[in-house]
């Protein structure tokens, strides 16, 4: 197995990906390498169906690659998904929603450090405590989403990989959601995955930017780097759209 530079906590070496369509594999992946610096925002920035989400997939084991590896020194990751209802289940309480990771990874096993545990996240996500006896379907989108956020923080991850997480939200919301979140992702000390097709969120949000188009890398660096100095047409157009 490869090495990990220090003070990174993943490294993609040389993923490739592919899936059967018919009676020919289409390959997703070619040949994807970058490492994750602790504490960063990196965004996953490209077109729909360039093969972000598969990486995510790779990323957190869902999904084995044909050739590289995952160098990984995270403890359960957690992702959040384009559509939150997808991923809560609206019969039961938000509570105990928030708290399925804490149960699944055996974490705060008594019951009373368990309740303030999922009353703390849900304060940290802009939600009221008297939310936590409510149900999903019961709240807005915006909403919705800061459960699915509740969720995935409470067991303290030390990767969150975001894929599309504002995509069925409207642009108003999407907007205001986009700085709350990269506000609590700093507060907080989260290492993070943000995946996304629109540059606005990738600028806002990411430290540093990595532009996919059809399965490959086009380009890393800063949002600022990538805007300013493109490498290849692609990404030139790409950003100048921005």
């Known amino acids: 197995m490869e090495e990990i530079s220090p003070n990174n906590i993943l490294k993609v070496?040389?993923?490739s990906?592919?899936?059967q369509e018919g009676k020919q594999r289409k390959t997703v992946l070619h040949d994807i390498s970058f490492e994750l610096h602790e504490n960063e925002i990196l965004g996953l920035v490209g077109e729909s169906g360039c093969g972000k989400s598969t990486l995510s997939k790779v990323i957190l084991g869902f999904i084995r690659p044909d050739e590289g590896e995952i160098i990984s020194q995270v403890d359960h990751p957690q992702m959040i998904f384009q559509d939150p209802m997808a991923s809560l289940n609206e019969r039961a309480k938000v509570d105990y929603i928030v708290s399925?990771?804490?149960?699944?990874?055996?974490l705060y096993k008594d019951e009373k450090e368990r309740e303030e545990k999922v009353q703390k996240v849900l304060r940290e996500v802009g939600l009221l405590p008297e939310f936590a006896s409510r149900f999903p379907h019961e709240f807005s989108g915006g909403q919705r989403q800061r459960v699915a956020f509740a969720r995935a923080l409470a067991p303290n991850p030390q990767l969150l990989l975001l894929d599309e997480p504002f995509a069925a939200i409207d642009a108003k919301i999407r907007t205001e959601l986009r700085s709350w979140l990269k506000d609590m992702i700093e507060k907080l000390g989260i290492t993070s995955i943000f995946v996304t097709h629109d540059q606005d969120e990738a600028i806002e949000v990411a430290d540093e930017i990595i532009i996919t188009n059809r399965g490959r890398i086009e380009q890393k660096g800063t949002p600022?780097?990538?805007?300013?100095?493109?490498?290849?047409?692609f990404t030139a157009g790409f950003f100048g759209q921005t």
Not at 100 to 106: A, C, P, S, T, V
Not at 224 to 233: F, G, R, S, W
Request: aromatic letters at 14%.
């Open 17 to 19: 990906a592919s899936y």
């Open 100 to 106: 399925e990771g804490l149960i699944n990874f055996h």
């Open 13 to 15: 070496s040389h993923i």
């Open 224 to 233: 600022l780097e990538v805007y300013q100095n493109p490498d290849t047409a």
